[in-house]
Structure formats: structure tokens, C-alpha cells
């Protein structure tokens, strides 16, 4: 992988087999490298998941790498999508840096978008993977 490219982590709607605008703008404009994970919890927001991430946590959550083409315009229209606003607090998700395994077992810092509202009472998706979810 370069290591001057930007990677983008999904766990929810965007990854591959998802029907969205978004997901498929994604996709014609990046390249998968692979699946991965974080420790954290992944909960059901509503019809998307929310994940958190923890350091600590004893649970992952899984998901796919993407490696960008460097255009900013695409992380400004998936934040849109993923209502990430200026007042952070009223933002939906938060876009961070997280470090990622991938299956080989590496690492690769990505963009994640980490849920930001509180999960109080929200199913928890004990194995965290949106994709085998449901």
C-alpha cells in the first residue's frame, strides 16, 4: 500500500454489495485493498450502523480499506452523507483517524466515520459486522 495515499475504513452502508449513490461513487472513485477491523462496538442505528471506537474494547468491528484517489471532493460528499458538520457536537458521525488490522494482520491508518450521538438503548451488533447483521 503507498504510504502518501488516503484509506478510507467502511463497516456500514458504503461497503461493497450496499445499493446507494454514495456507495457506488465510492467505489468508481477508489480501490479495495481488503477487509480489516478496530476494536470497538458496532451498534444498529436504524437502518445503518453506528460504530464506536475503544482501544480497550474486546469486541472488533469489520469492515472493508479503501485506498483514494487524491481528491478531496469525494471525503467532502461522504460527509454530507454522513452528516459530519462543523459544530461537531451536532454531527451525526465525526470523521478520525483509526489505525486498522488488516487481514494479513498490518496496519493502515484510514478515515473512519465514528458514530457521535450516544448509544444508550441501541442494539448492540455483537459481532460487528453490519454485513452478516440481520
Known amino acids: ?41 458496532l451498534y444498529l442505528i436504524s437502518w445503518y450502523p453506528g460504530a464506536i471506537f475503544d ?15 487524491p481528491q478531496e471532493a469525494l471525503l467532502m460528499e461522504l460527509d454530507d452523507y454522513e452528516d459530519v ?11 478520525k483517524t483509526v489505525a486498522i488490522t488488516k487481514e494479513n494482520g498490518g496496519t493502515v491508518d484510514c478515515w473512519v466515520y465514528l458514530y457521535n450521538q450516544p448509544v444508550s438503548g441501541l442494539p448492540l451488533i455483537e459481532e460487528g459486522c453490519f454485513k452478516r447483521w440481520g
Open 1 to 41: 500500500m503507498d504510504a502518501h495515499a488516503t484509506y478510507l475504513f467502511t463497516y456500514g452502508t458504503l461497503m461493497r454489495g450496499f445499493d446507494n449513490p454514495f456507495a457506488e461513487r465510492l467505489h468508481n472513485n477508489s480501490v479495495f485493498e481488503g477487509t480489516g477491523h478496530f476494536p470497538g462496538m
Open 55 to 69: 482501544a480497550n474494547a474486546l469486541s472488533n468491528v469489520h469492515g472493508e480499506i479503501y485506498r483514494l484517489s
Open 85 to 95: 458538520f462543523e459544530d461537531e457536537n451536532s454531527s451525526l458521525y465525526l470523521r
